[in-house]
Structure formats: C-alpha cells, structure tokens
C-alpha cells in the first residue's frame, strides 16, 4: 500500500519512458521481452515499478498483470516468485488449504488452457510448484515446459507481463527460468520486468548478455536538482538551508532524502501547517545522520519501546510476513497487536499489501529491506536465538504442504545453532537443522532445482557428525551437483563420500557412488575415466542381490561400453540391465537398456527398429522424454543407417516437436544436427543451413556439446566452395574430436574432406581410412559409406588407381547384412570412375549409380555422378550424349548453389561446344 509522505516522481522519466516503449513492442509485435531494473537500495526500483503498475492499469486494453517477490531467507526458496504468481492468477490466499488451493487451479486453468490433454499436463506440474500435489519431476524442462505453456496461453489472448521483485535473492532455478521463458516464448507478448540490487551480477555476470531481447536499466544518482525538486513536492516549504543540508547528505539517492524527512517528522521536529512543512526549531541544532542505515535507526529509536520490540520480532519473520506468525512470535493475541500495527503504518515504517488479486492480501511488509535489517541488528545473539526457535516452531506447525517452506523453516533452525553452536541444546539444533536442510533439499530436488538441492544436502552433510549419514547426503549433494552441471563440485562432494564409506569397510556403498561419479565424468564427456569407473563399480555391485541401482549402473555401463568401443562389454551389461529392468519393473532403466541394445544390434535393422519402438513407448507412457527422444534419435539413426532419409526426417521432426514442448534444448540441438544431416542428403541445402543456425546462433549453456550439429553445415560450406568459413566452422566442432568414439568418428570424417579441399591431398586419406576404422567398429555402415567415398576420392587425386581398387574390394567384401543401398550406389559410381580412368567400359556403372541415387533422393550424389559420367562421355567424343546429363546437373548444382560444381559443369559445356564445333 502507498500512501501517507507520497513523493513526486522525480529524476525517472527518461527510464519510465523507455519501459514503457519496450512494453508496446512487446505487445505490438508479439515477442518476449525482459527488462532488468538494476540499482542500489533506495534508487527508486519499487517506485518506477509500481508508476508502471498504474500506468498498465490505466490502458484500455487488457493486461494479464502477475508480480511475485524472492525471499531473503536461506538461499532462495526454490521458484517462491513465480509461485506468487500461479496464485495471484489463481487467487489462492495463504489461507487456502491444499484442496481448496487444487480447485481454484483446476478452474483457472479451464479458463485459460482450452485443450483438455494439455490440461492434465499443466495442472500436476503447476499444482507441484505450489506445493499443493506429491510429485518429482525428471528434469528442469518437465516443469518448465508446463509453465512457459501456463503463461503462453494466456499470452494468446492478451499481453502479460511478469514483475520478479528482489530478484538478487532469487534461487538459480528461478533465474533458469526466466532466461528459459525468454529465450522460448520469443514468439508470445510476454513482458518481464525485474527489479535487483547489483549483488545480481555477482551471481549471474552473464545475465541477459548478448541477447537482442534484453535490455538492462541501471538507476544512477539523481542529480542534486532533482533531489530539490522531490524535496520540493514532498515537503513544499522547507527552509533553504536544511533542503540544502538534505541534498548534500543524500547523494542523488531519493529514499535517503524521504527517509529524512519521515524521521524529523517521527521526531516532531518538523511539522505541517497549511500546505507547507516549517522546522519546530533552530535549524542548526537538527542532527541528520549520514547514511541511510543510520537514518534508519534514528527512526527505530524514534519509536515507543513496544513498537520497537515489535518490528524486532516481525525482523526475524522477514520482509514479509502475516499477523498470525508475528502473534506467535510476540506472545500478543491479534487484537492487541492491532493498535501498534496502525501506528507503525501510519509512520509508513510498515506497509500493507491491499492487492486483491495478491495471495499475500493483508500481509505486511517492511517500508525497505534495510529497516529490516536495522530492526533485527538491535537484538542480542541470544534474542535471535530465542526468536528464530520460535519462528521455526510456528512455521512447523502451519498449514498443510508445508513443503514449500522447507528452505524457511531450515534457515531458522540454522541460524539458531549458529547463534549458540556450544549451548547445552546445540546437538537438538544441529540434528534439528540437519533434517530441515534435508527436506528443503527434497523439495528443490523434487522441484529439478538441482543447484539449491546440491546446496541444501552439501549444509546437511556439513552438520552430520555420523559417517555414514555424512557420505549419504554427500552422495545425494554431488548427484544434484552433476544435473545442475556443476560437474567439479559433483566429483568433489562423491568423491569425499567415497572416501568415507571405503574407509568404514562399506564397498558396496562406495561402489554404488563411484557409479554416480562415473556418470558424471560421463557427463563431462570423459567417457574413458567414466567407463573404467563404472567398470569397477559394477563388478563391485554385482555380486549382491539385484535392485535398482544395480540395473541403473549395469545400463549406463553398456552405454559407455558401446561410446568407448568396448561391444562385447556392452552386451553383457546391457542384458543384466534389460532383466533387472524387467523383473524390477523399471520403466526409464528398461528404455534406456532397450536403446543400447538396438545400438548394439545394427546390423539387424528389423529387430533394433522393433527395440528402439519398444523403447519410446516405454519411455513416452511412463512420462521420460530424455529416455523416448534417445530413442527417437537413434530411430532416425537407424532409417539414415539404411538409406531411409525421408523415413529419418519425419521421426527427427517428431522428436523435434517432443524436444521443444518438453523444452530440452540438449536434445533439440542433437535433433537439429541429424535433421540438418538428413536434410543436406535430400538435397534441401538452404533449409538444412538454417537448422544448423538455429543451433549455433543463440548464445546458450548446454549438457551436450553441440559441435556435432556443426557438420552438416561444414559440408555444405565445402560444396559450395566457402572454405574460409568452413574452417571457421571446423574450428568451433573441435570439442568432437576430444569426445566419444562416435563424435571423434564424424569429425575425422569433416577434417579428411578439408584437407582435400585445401591440397593436402595424403592427410586426407589417411585421416579418410582412420575415420573409416572407427565407423566400422561402430557398426554403422552409412557412415562406413561416407569415409570410404572420401578415402577413394583422395586416392584418385593421388592417382593411386590401386589404392582405389583395394577400397572397393573392402567394401565388395562386406557381410551382405552390412550392404546398404547407399554404399551400393557409391560403389558402382567409384567402379565406374576407376573403369574410366583405365579406359574401360563405364557406361553401365555410371547408370547404376544415377538410377540408384534417385531412388534415394539424393540430388548432389545424383549431381555428381552426372558430371562424372559426362566428362567420361566427352573424353570419348561423345558429346552429344553428355549435353542432357551436363543441362540436369547444372539444374541441380544451381539450386544447391554449389557454385564449384557448377563451374565444373560449365566447363564441361564449354568443351562440348568445342567437340560440337567443325574442323
């Protein structure tokens, strides 16, 4: 509530103006957009947002207005803001229990989300965010994904703007979102307006860096000028001197200067009469403390010595906080807490949220975080002590789904052992402040906010004086630590639990973490350490009785066997896994095994399509996007594996779709790379560009490296001879070289094709030949193909005519279940040229290899094997039978514009005119 000493609104316009302008962009051209308020306390954040509040409540049009405040308490609660907000739109009060809470959702949600299956997906996840619903999510984006929809819907209709107050408090997870919500709903009228004190940058200095969508606001100074003219309109008719004296104090910071007058007037040293406020005396003898903490506590002094106990009391609660806590903190009932309540308002120390839309409608709040803090400063160690068991006791004992304040409750408990470590009752607290750090931590878990999970169970491990309850939370610290990925303080916090549980003789357990630390390492792409790690922990783990972490450890095993090459490995671990996972009945263990295996069985397409099916209807039934888009991934694998790249592309759009409603940006880049490589095969060059751009043009963090997305991309740079940027290009995928066999496979593939397209003819072939090696340990013959096509075409510039006929006598030796149409054309295209260059017959390979590649929709191969066969045909004179192969190759390297190739065709042209010609 504002009112009472209300100052001007001075020194902002410039800034209000421009929050203003962003605001009607956003609506106008229907695009997300994020405006950071940044400035110290008492620069006028609040107030330039609650000008724009009432400026947004003035339109004609609707506007979806939602605002949600960080606390200070502990480190962020969990999503506490845009918690605030789901309520607001629901209007559910503090006071609402758990099914009253469910049923307003229920009917919000009907109102604005008409699609009944997208409800039942909305409505867990934003019951779970409030607290309201049991429920753990797999990932980050299983939640997001459902609250971007929750406030896209709406922005379907008319602009919302989200208000995120004290956003330097804010947890990670929070900050996540924001960034996510931004960065997805850039094609929604969804205005984000933040408010922080610059301690932001210290946790986030990349905050919104880069970003075309993003614009950041930091509150300077007020000139002295305008600290006189909110003097002015705050208080007209102070004398000249003492505004002078004000101005000069308050270095252009405007609450310092209402902050004073509001003190002289608690004091009664200054007083209305009329419209003017005049001095009750001499001028000189008025002290004005110097900084705006110490203003602060003039006013506290100020105040009757119940007032001042009070405010101590409601210092402890926090910023905010409601009657019921501040009765039971205070030993007042709540009607005799009323009379100094209305004094503290009427001196503007307090203020009240009137909002009825707000679900904390009648709370109060602090005027200023720093009074606050002023207040709680007067207290003694041994009050704050006293007073945080209170608080922890009264929050304890609150409403149902009390969950969500498991981080509050925990801090309080802290604070209090940390107040007295060495008292009498310091165990009680300590193991008091154990248990609450662990449920919080539950809750951020519970919540995929893995950062503060890893943080709240490192606390609670920190007070574990027992072992093994020690290693256990260390164990669970570092598993939170490795989905934030804060890879090295994962490794660091399994690491000292290892330690400790090997130490008391407890191997299994050891041996159950170092798999967790494996994982991790796998997650860094060391995938050498990681298998040799879960190597050993599974040989430890495997001779006990089954259970699910036995199964976990047994299919991540055959998944980093089969990356680290290591296939017989794979197979052995990954049927212990697939019968684990079905007598235990382990739905995302049992997709992910069957995933492996298909890997595993390549060579028989059937079977591994019928796995990798099996697989995603596992994973999609049970609600496991990372495991069904694995699988989907290596589906389309599996259809480019044999020459079915429409087949490919249509799964790959599909698992696209699921990536981007699930909002998982790791598997929307992979996803993007293979379509982009399958789209490259069809022909569909400028369109397989823009997906590789898609990836690599939005500066943002990702779990997978996305430098395999690169490749597709390098092709088409080499074929349309833009070398310079292909380089630049290789040079940013260099991570694949250092990764998995997979990767390094597909960059040797890339590198060999620019060391021919620069002259360094004999280090393509042998990298070609290396790159050849690795995709036959693979067992993926696509791309067996690819390497031994780039192998032979460096033979040929070497004229190793032999080096090109043992190639061929390679691949003629292949099983036949290896044999794929794609290699079949290639290899009937290289005869033909090795026929040419020997002046044999080639006319009939030749055609093979056209009339296969256009049965595969592969127009470049097509393209090539034209220019081919009529270069052959002219060196023959026969000209007249290579200008209709020249004319369609030129209409296709046109339309690619691959500009060296069409050249090449020109050429050609030129020399069949010359044949034509007469003597």
């Not at 039934?621 to 699988?631: C, E, K």
């Given at each position: 509530m504002r009112g009472g000493l209300e100052p001007p609104f001075v020194g902002r316009a410039a800034e209000f103006r421009l929050v203003k302008d962003l605001f009607h962009a956003s609506a106008e051209e229907g695009r997300s957009r994020l405006v950071s308020i940044v400035g110290t306390a008492g620069a006028g954040k609040s107030r330039l947002s609650w000008e724009f509040e009432k400026y947004i409540d003035g339109l004609a049009d609707d506007v979806r207005w939602h605002r949600g405040r960080c606390l200070a308490y502990g480190d962020g609660v969990a999503y506490w803001a845009l918690a605030g907000m789901v309520r607001m739109r629901a209007r559910i009060t503090e006071e609402d229990h758990s099914e009253a809470a469910s049923a307003k959702l229920r009917e919000t949600l009907v109102g604005i989300v008409q699609d009944p299956e997208e409800r039942s997906f909305l409505e867990p996840r934003l019951a779970h965010l409030l607290g309201v619903a049991e429920r753990s999510a797999p990932d980050k984006e299983d939640l997001f994904s459902a609250w971007r929809i929750f406030f896209e819907r709406m922005a379907a209709r008319e602009p919302v703007v989200l208000l995120f107050e004290d956003l330097q408090w804010a947890d990670d997870g929070l900050l996540d979102f924001v960034e996510y919500l931004l960065d997805w709903s850039r094609a929604h009228p969804i205005f984000i307006l933040t408010l922080a004190r610059p301690e932001l940058a210290e946790r986030r200095s990349a905050w919104g860096a880069g970003r075309r969508d993003f614009t950041s606001l930091f509150l300077d100074a007020l000139a002295p000028d305008e600290v006189e003219e909110l003097l002015h309109g705050l208080a007209p008719g102070l004398p000249e001197e003492l505004r002078a004296r004000i101005v000069e104090r308050a270095e252009g910071v405007p609450l310092y200067a209402v902050e004073t007058v509001r003190m002289l007037l608690d004091r009664g040293l200054l007083k209305l009469s009329g419209d003017r406020y005049q001095p009750t005396g001499p001028i000189e003898s008025l002290a004005i403390p110097e900084t705006l903490q110490s203003l602060d506590a003039a006013r506290l002094d100020a105040l009757e010595p119940a007032e001042r106990r009070l405010l101590s009391d409601a210092a402890v609660l926090g910023k905010t906080f409601g009657r019921a806590g501040l009765a039971a903190l205070s030993g007042l009932a709540e009607d005799e807490l009323e009379p100094f309540l209305q004094s503290l308002l009427r001196k503007e120390i307090l203020t009240i949220q009137v909002d009825p839309l707000s679900p904390e409608r009648n709370q109060l709040s602090f005027g200023q975080d720093l009074l606050r803090r002023v207040a709680y400063e007067t207290l003694s160690i041994r009050e704050r002590k006293t007073r945080h068991l209170a608080v922890a006791a009264h929050l304890g004992a609150g409403r149902d789904g009390d969950e969500e304040i498991a981080a509050v409750v925990a801090a309080h408990y802290l604070d209090a052992y940390r107040a007295g470590p060495s008292d009498p009752d310091a165990p009680s607290l300590k193991a008091k402040a154990r248990t609450a750090l662990a449920r919080a931590a539950d809750r951020a878990a519970s919540l995929a906010s893995a950062g503060e999970a890893a943080r709240y169970f490192a606390q609670a491990a920190e007070l574990a004086e027992e072992p093994h309850e020690r290693a256990e939370l260390l164990e669970r610290s570092g598993r939170a630590a490795t989905q934030d990925g804060d890879?090295?303080?994962?490794?660091?916090?399994?690491?000292?639990?290892?330690?400790?549980?090997?130490?008391?003789?407890?191997?299994?357990?050891?041996?159950?973490?170092?798999?967790?630390?494996?994982?991790?390492?796998?997650?860094?792409?060391?995938?050498?350490?990681?298998?040799?790690?879960?190597?050993?922990?599974?040989?430890?783990?495997?001779?006990?009785?089954?259970?699910?972490?036995?199964?976990?450890?047994?299919?991540?095993?055959?998944?980093?066997?089969?990356?680290?090459?290591?296939?017989?490995?794979?197979?052995?671990?990954?049927?212990?896994?697939?019968?684990?996972?079905?007598?235990?009945?382990?739905?995302?263990?049992?997709?992910?095994?069957?995933?492996?295996?298909?890997?595993?069985?390549?060579?028989?397409?059937?079977?591994?399509?019928?796995?990798?099916?099996?697989?995603?209807?596992?994973?999609?039934?049970?609600?496991?996007?990372?495991?069904?888009?694995?699988?989907?991934?290596?589906?389309?694998?599996?259809a480019m594996e044999h020459s079915r790249f429409r087949d490919a592309r249509s799964i790959l759009d599909e698992a696209l779709a699921l990536a981007r409603v699930r909002g998982d940006r790791s598997w929307e880049a992979v996803v993007l790379g293979q379509l982009a490589d399958t789209l490259v095969h069809l022909g569909e060059w400028d369109e397989a560009e823009a997906r590789c751009h898609e990836v690599i043009d939005e500066p943002r963090e990702r779990l997978f490296p996305h430098s395999l997305s690169l490749i597709p991309l390098i092709r088409i740079l080499f074929g349309r001879g833009e070398l310079e940027q292909a380089r630049s290009v290789l040079s940013q995928a260099q991570p694949a070289a250092t990764s998995d066999r997979q990767s390094q496979a597909a960059y040797l593939l890339v590198e060999a094709s620019l060391f021919s397209a620069v002259g360094r003819t004999r280090e393509a072939l042998a990298t070609a030949e290396q790159a050849l090696d690795q995709w036959r340990a693979l067992h993926q013959f696509h791309y067996v193909t690819e390497a031994l096509v780039e192998a032979a075409e460096s033979a040929f510039e070497l004229d190793d005519l032999e080096r090109v006929e043992s190639l061929l006598v390679t691949a003629e030796r292949f099983p036949l279940v290896q044999r794929r149409p794609f290699l079949d054309a290639q290899t009937a295209r290289l005869g033909a040229k090795l026929a040419a260059r020997r002046n044999e017959p080639a006319d009939e390979d030749f055609d093979v290899a056209a009339r296969g590649f256009r049965e595969l929709e592969m127009p470049y191969w097509i393209g090539v094997t034209l220019i081919e066969h009529a270069e052959h045909l002219l060196q023959s004179g026969r000209a007249d039978e290579a200008e209709p192969l020249l004319a369609e190759a030129g209409g296709i390297f046109a339309r690619l514009r691959a500009e060296p190739w069409s050249t090449r065709v020109r050429s050609a042209g030129a020399l069949t005119t010359e044949t034509a010609s007469p003597n």
């Open positions: 890879l090295e303080q994962a490794n660091e916090a399994l690491q000292e639990a290892i330690d400790l549980l090997e130490a008391r003789g407890e191997r299994h357990a050891a041996a159950r973490v170092s798999a967790r630390r494996a994982e991790a390492l796998r997650v860094a792409d060391r995938i050498d350490e990681a298998f040799a790690l879960m190597e050993s922990a599974y040989e430890a783990l495997s001779g006990g009785e089954p259970d699910a972490d036995v199964a976990l450890v047994a299919a991540q095993l055959a998944r980093l066997a089969y990356f680290a090459g290591e296939r017989e490995r794979a197979i052995e671990a990954v049927e212990v896994a697939l019968d684990m996972a079905e007598a235990l009945r382990l739905p995302e263990v049992l997709a992910e095994a069957l995933t492996t295996k298909a890997m595993l069985g390549w060579r028989r397409p059937h079977e591994a399509e019928a796995l990798l099916r099996e697989a995603n209807r596992v994973a999609m039934s049970n609600d496991f996007p990372a495991a069904a888009l694995r699988a989907q991934f290596n589906l389309s694998g599996l």
